[in-house]
């Protein structure tokens, strides 16, 4: 919750984009600047408040990408037989690549954008999914109740859809919470590469890459986007091993 209020706290100061030179390079705690200037004045604290948010976003968005590709593609492994072996070599192949390996390469060829990294970190972290959705699938198809509802007649879509994907949930729910998490360190990276997110759009990312240029004159610049990434990722694992745990005190 706290960074959830800390991200929305820039649409509030629509300055933090705005250029002082005559303020660059402000120590945190002075000058009514919580955690200082950057190198061309702009308040630290509001552009990383923004860049928060935007990390966010891109870890929701992109995980909703990657939660439809791979749900549906795991159930139609895990449910139909004959596709099985084809989709696991496809799933394979792609996880025997680096992830951020395969996102560089893809975004390279295009003109980066917020919209672009969304769309490629969505299409590019589904096999984690899928495969759990798959031995999901696969335990739950042998189950009496799915062969009483065959035997009633039922479709293989209603099937898979209300018998199937609804006991599924638990591990879904879990690798969505660990996967934003995921999705906003590849997003760090790539901005860090300078293929995120672009100017004038802070990124954590771009920050601490800016930042390391001044880690002896002003160490600030880079250590409070990391701490600050740090605390996102951690506090979203947190939040994917809570879910894990209540759902499984409910079995």
Not at 88 to 103: D, K, N, R
Not at 145 to 159: C, D, M, T
């Amino acid at each position: 919750m706290a960074i959830i209020v800390f991200s929305i706290i820039s649409f509030y100061f629509e300055n933090y984009n705005q250029v002082n030179l005559d303020q660059a390079l402000i120590s945190p705690f002075f000058n009514k600047n919580i955690l200082g200037t950057d190198q061309f004045g702009r308040d630290v604290f509001l552009r990383a408040s923004r860049a928060t948010y935007i990390s966010i976003m891109v870890g929701f968005s992109s995980n909703i990408i990657a939660s439809i590709l791979g749900v549906f593609i795991g159930a139609i492994a895990g449910f139909y037989k004959k596709f099985d072996m084809l989709i696991m070599g496809f799933i394979e192949t792609i996880q025997s690549f680096p992830t951020l390996l395969i996102l560089i390469a893809i975004i390279s060829v295009f003109t980066p954008s917020i919209k672009l990294t969304i769309f490629v970190i969505g299409i590019v972290s589904w096999p984690p999914l899928a495969r759990i959705v798959r031995g999901q699938v696969l335990l739950i198809k042998s189950k009496e109740y799915i062969v009483a509802a065959k035997a009633l007649g039922y479709s293989n879509i209603r099937i898979m859809i209300y018998h199937v994907l609804m006991n599924c949930l638990s591990p879904m729910i879990i690798i969505f919470s660990i996967g934003i998490s995921n999705a906003i360190m590849f997003e760090a990276g790539l901005s860090f590469l300078g293929l995120g997110v672009q100017p004038p759009d802070p990124s954590l990312g771009r920050m601490i890459n800016e930042g390391k240029d001044y880690v002896m004159t002003a160490p600030f610049l880079f250590i409070f986007p990391s701490i600050i990434l740090s605390l996102i990722v951690i506090a979203f694992n947190l939040i994917g091993e809570g879910f894990r745990e209540l759902l499984e005190l409910k079995k």
